[in-house]
């Protein structure tokens, strides 16, 4: 997401309209921003006396913290070969809960915990050697 437009562009926008009687219009082509973004702002200014952008982003729960530790240890130690998705699935069989890939992925991070990355393919049957490649007599000069 991109970054809030400042809080002075937005002050010198509301002024505008307020003070100096420009047009919604007329203010977004002045400053160069898009006229929903004055309707926002005029409509932040009238509610709550300020142009200060809202807060962005979550809060990221932690699903699997450190006290739940020594339980995702455990449990990467017993399923040494598996993937993510098959640690989150053992995990929430285990203890009741619905964690998703990405929350175990993070929390595997967290503890610097090594995962697999791919689910094992089975053992290829004939292993071929790779042919020699041949010399081009183009690119051969015997002088």
Known sequence: MPKAWPEELRERVVKGVKVRKLTI??????????????????A????????????????????????EKQQLVDLVD??????????????????????????MSRALLRFDLTRKKKPSAPPKRNRRASPTPERSSRNFSPR
Do not use: C
Request: charged share 20%; glycine share 8%.
């Open 25 to 42: 219009a007329e203010a977004a082509d002045l400053y160069d921003v898009g006229t929903a973004s004055v309707k926002r702002w005029l």
């Open 44 to 67: 932040r200014f009238r509610d709550t006396g300020s142009v200060q952008p809202a807060a962005m982003g979550g809060v990221r729960v932690i699903w699997i913290g450190i006290a």
């Open 78 to 103: 017993a399923m040494s070969d598996a993937t993510v998705e098959e640690l989150a699935a053992a995990y929430n069989e285990r203890h009741g809960t619905s964690v998703s890939r990405s929350a």
